[in-house]
Each structure stands twice: as structure tokens, then as C-alpha cells.
């Protein structure tokens, strides 16, 4: 392949993986998306660069496909675990750079880093975190990045209006960093020590997860969007 890094081996295109791989190639990458069921592989026909029928836990049927020459492969298989498991475990037996799994519990993941996956994800979970952090105080959204380190976008609390970032010693007295703020009606710009708050503007934050989530849950005097 000309550039690995530029193209992606999806197996498993239901919700996630469809819609992964196809934003992967509206990102402008090659992707080749495998699944067992023909339907699904007819649906994004006309989306993906590349869509094949096979069976992924099959070594033989992954190295035909040319499994092993992809930089990325993301196993998004969802309900049949044993399938995403020997999947993975053929990825990578086959040597790809990097296995990206889903996974639906967390046993579930704990097998799939044991078998050699490079990264798990959780979708599900995390979606449900970040919309639980979005109907509390005025999180607008909410992104962990890190066992213990986040960032949050938010609404500015009252007590930040009217001052710098300088002035209200965020740092200082919330123990986070604003990285950029956004004013009502304008763009995200990055923020600096001279950047003045204003009411309605949203903030995005970033700090360790307890202090981020309290700031975001900071009084305000504008109601969040919904």
C-alpha cells in the first residue's frame, strides 16, 4: 500500500462501524469494511471505497483480503463477542500496527486487550457519560480523556463574567485551564490570560475530572441550550 496511514480495515459495519467507516472516508481516507452479512455490506456498498461479504474470524479469508497490510484495523463488531474475539485475535496474529476493538462490557474489554488489541473503546458507555454530564448544571458536552483527566464544554458561570481569565484566577481557584471560549454567536477562538469573559460565552476546560465537572457545574445566568 502506498500509504497505510491513510487507509482503515473496519469489520463490523452496523451503527458504529458504518458510521465510523464512513466518516473515515468523508475524512478522505481508503477504507475497507468487511462484514458477515450481506445486507449490511450491500448498504454501504455505494458509501465505502471497498465493501466485502467474508468471514473475519477465518486467518485464511483476513489474509486474502490483505488484512496484514493495513496501518489500522477497528474490530467494531457488537453482539456476537466470540466473534469479536477471535477476530482480534486474528488481526493480530496476521501482525496489523494497530487493533482498534469495541467492546460491550467491560469483561468484554479485558479479553480483547488480553488477546492483543491496541486500544479499546466503549461507545456505548461513553456516550451514555457524556450525555448524563449534558443534563447536569450547564455541561454542555463532556469528553474524558483520561482515567482522571477531562475536558468540558460549558457555559461561562456568572462569576467569570465581566473579568479576565487573569482577573478570576481560574487556575488558581478552580484548579482547571480554559483552552478556548466562544462568544455568543461567534467561533471558538484559544483562550489567553487577557481573554475576557463575557455573559453567554461557552468555555471549553480541561482538567482533572472531579474540578472540570465542578466548574462546568457552576451557576450561570444563561440557560444551556438544549
Known amino acids: 500500500m502506498a500509504n497505510p496511514s491513510k487507509e482503515f480495515l473496519v469489520i463490523g459495519l452496523g451503527r458504529f462501524g458504518g458510521g465510523l467507516a464512513g466518516t473515515l472516508v468523508g475524512m478522505g481516507h481508503d477504507v475497507l469494511g468487511v462484514d458477515a452479512d450481506q445486507k449490511q455490506v450491500q448498504a454501504l456498498s455505494g458509501l465505502l471505497t471497498h465493501v466485502v461479504e467474508a468471514d473475519s474470524t477465518s486467518e485464511e479469508a483476513m489474509r486474502q483480503l490483505g488484512a496484514a497490510d ?99 484566577e481560574v487556575r ?16 471558538f477562538t484559544y483562550a489567553t490570560p487577557e481573554t475576557a469573559v463575557r455573559e453567554g460565552d461557552v468555555l471549553v476546560v480541561a482538567g482533572e475530572t472531579r474540578r472540570a465537572e465542578s466548574f462546568g457545574e457552576l451557576p450561570t445566568s444563561v440557560r444551556p441550550s438544549p
Open 70 to 168: 493495513f496501518g489500522t484495523a477497528v474490530v467494531a463488531i457488537g453482539t456476537d463477542l466470540e466473534a469479536s474475539i477471535l477476530t482480534t485475535s486474528v488481526l493480530v496474529d496476521l501482525g496489523v500496527p494497530k487493533i482498534v476493538a469495541k467492546a460491550v462490557t467491560e469483561p468484554h474489554g479485558r479479553i480483547l486487550e488480553r488477546v492483543g488489541a491496541h486500544r479499546v473503546v466503549f461507545p456505548e458507555r461513553d456516550m451514555g457519560i457524556r450525555v448524563a454530564h449534558s443534563l447536569a448544571g450547564s455541561i454542555l458536552d463532556y469528553f474524558q480523556l483520561d482515567p482522571g483527566f477531562a475536558l468540558v464544554e460549558t457555559v461561562a458561570p456568572k462569576e467569570l463574567v465581566g473579568k479576565t481569565l487573569a482577573e478570576a
Open 172 to 187: 488558581r481557584r478552580y484548579g482547571i485551564t480554559v483552552v478556548c471560549i466562544k462568544p455568543e454567536g461567534g467561533s
